[in-house]
């Protein structure tokens, strides 16, 4: 449920971010901090402490859970585990965002050469980072579920707002741009509102619309080897959403070697050469996609796919070391160089 707005709202949001990997200068006590959970995720939102502000928080928790059902892929009654379970079968009529969503998702697939892909989630269950002992899967297995990985086989049909995946065992999951569509609706929802200055943070990305009394917000990028606090790096964000994909949230360690939970959609193994990717755009569902594609590619690539799309993005490799496109010169503060190991 949410919270009411308190003085040290500001106090609760830093302890809850580092655990997400952001840090945020302390917005002023006339701004409340309320918190929820869905999309299996805890969400804050940061508005003005008025009369209003209760309610304004209440219809973005309303509005997380409504699109924690049509964009589930874990609800065995969601509209997108009914796409997955018809899968070589038949089409799904599903609803609107779900339609749109997934429409985003491919288009983003298109832009990344497959970088990003939804239909990733074929590789279910072959990588399993909470099993003890850790163990590798077969590389046969991975080849075999990889099979049915292929974002541009998959049927869309604006006549029927309908969704086909054409072959027995593809499946969707929108994981890895969920949380940012999520975000988008919840900055339209409060703007419409006739909210200027906020915040919403979820799921390791935060929007910032307006400023937080007479600076703009501010936040900080962790050291993915450091500690929960241990921010490496900051900048003001001004009406635009920044997310990071990193590989420190969940993998496992085997022979020496780490495999990190963010799989290469392209070959069905971790992606290897980051251990974060930060991305910078207006739009929060690119910023969240963008992440994750970028820590597929490593930033080679990736950056100018960032930057033609209107971003601008940080990576720290898997040698500490930090690059970032050039638009961010000039408003990124390095505090520290992050660990080499």
């Known amino acids: ?11 609760v949001t830093l302890a809850a971010l580092a655990a997400a990997g952001w840090w945020m200068r302390a917005a002023p006590p006339s701004f409340g901090t309320f918190e929820g959970d869905a999309m299996a995720t805890r969400w804050r939102v940061v508005v003005p402490a008025t ?6 928080a209440d219809a973005c928790f309303e509005l997380y859970r409504s699109l924690d059902h049509d964009l589930s892929e874990w609800k065995p009654d969601s509209p997108l585990s009914a796409v997955n379970a018809a899968a070589g079968r038949a089409p799904v009529a599903v609803p609107q965002d779900l339609f749109d969503l997934v429409a985003r998702s491919l288009a983003i697939g298109r832009e990344t050469g497959g970088a990003f892909d939804p239909s990733w989630a ?5 990588w399993d980072f909470r099993s003890v002992p850790p163990r590798v899967p077969d590389s046969r297995a991975i080849d ?7 974002y541009r086989a998959v049927r869309l049909d604006a006549a029927t707002r309908s969704i086909f995946l054409p072959r027995a065992g ?9 949380k940012g569509y999520a975000l988008a609706r919840a900055e339209a929802l409060l703007s419409s509102r006739g909210e200027r200055d906020f915040l919403l943070l979820g799921g390791g990305q935060v929007v910032a619309r307006g400023s937080r009394g007479d600076r703009p917000w501010e936040v900080g990028i962790r050291d993915p080897r450091g500690t929960p606090d241990d921010w490496f790096a900051r900048l003001p964000l001004v009406d635009a959403s920044l997310s990071t994909s990193a590989d420190d949230e969940s993998y496992f360690i085997v022979d020496g070697v780490r495999y990190g939970h963010i799989l290469d959609p392209r070959t069905g193994w971790p992606a290897r ?7 910078l755009h207006r739009d929060p569902v690119l910023a969240d996609a963008l992440s994750t594609a970028l820590f597929v590619l490593g930033d080679a690539r990736g950056f100018a796919i960032v930057e033609r799309l209107g971003g601008e993005a940080l990576v720290v490799d ?3 070391r930090v690059r970032f496109t050039p638009g961010l010169r000039d408003r990124l503060e390095i505090l520290h160089a992050p660990r080499a190991r």
């Open 273 to 279: 050469g980051l251990r974060s990717a930060t991305v």
């Open 122 to 126: 074929a590789l279910w269950g072959v």
């Open 144 to 150: 075999a579920r990889r099979a049915f990985v292929d």
């Open 1 to 11: 449920m949410a919270r009411s707005p308190r003085a040290n709202a500001a106090i």
């Open 318 to 320: 898997d040698a500490g």
């Open 51 to 56: 009369a209003r502000a209760t309610a304004e």
């Open 170 to 178: 593809m499946k969707l999951g929108l994981g890895a741009i969920g």
